[in-house]
């Protein structure tokens, strides 16, 4: 499978952004995530969603802000940021995985990355 993340940008603190994980190629991965790696951090986990039955989950950092979607039919993922941080800047990051996931999962599960999308996030 290839994935094409886009969406991001600049925008001020408390603005909304949607990014985009157009998926293609060999399919069968059970759930697509998004990570985000900050200046200087670690990347991690930020939600996933189970691409059969669209169950979703959410890092505690952005419990209440972020949406995460999928429209099967497009092939596509969605990750619908609102009341956006500082500490939100990050390039983000889509990502399959093949593991029956229940919840948040790290790197060592991924199967395919996609590029990352720069989101800055200004005051």
């Known amino acids: 499978v290839q994935l094409q993340a886009s969406g991001g940008g600049l925008v001020q603190a408390g603005e909304s952004l949607k990014l985009s994980c157009a998926t293609s190629g060999r399919y069968g991965f059970y759930a697509v995530g998004w990570f985000r790696q900050a200046p200087g951090k670690e990347r991690e986990f930020v939600s996933v969603?189970?691409?059969?039955?669209?169950?979703?989950y959410y890092s505690e950092d952005v419990k209440g802000r972020f949406i995460i979607s999928r429209d099967a039919a497009e092939n596509t993922a969605y990750l619908q940021m609102n009341s956006l941080k500082l500490e939100d800047t990050a390039v983000y990051y889509c990502?399959?995985?093949?593991?029956?996931?229940?919840?948040?999962?790290?790197?060592?599960?991924?199967?395919?990355w996609g590029q990352g999308t720069l989101v800055t996030v200004s005051s």
């Open positions: 990502a399959t995985t093949l593991q029956r996931v229940l919840g948040p999962f790290g790197s060592d599960l991924v199967d395919t």
């Open positions: 969603i189970t691409w059969r039955n669209g169950r979703k």
